[in-house]
């Protein structure tokens, strides 16, 4: 699920840049989707 909702984030910034749709926005959801992917690496990392 996790993946799934990191994959749309980035098709909406793709489709964002190429359309220059909500640019704002879909740069916010981008940036979300990076921290919770650096969460997500660092978590799994400390649990080992």
């Known amino acids: 699920?996790?993946?799934?909702?990191?994959g749309l984030l980035i098709l909406l910034w793709v489709l964002g840049l190429v359309f220059k749709i909500?640019?704002?926005f879909v740069n916010i959801l981008l940036i979300i989707a990076v921290i919770l992917i650096v969460y997500k690496v660092i978590k799994g990392r400390t649990r080992g």
């Open 22 to 24: 909500a640019a704002g």
């Open 1 to 6: 699920m996790f993946w799934t909702i990191i």
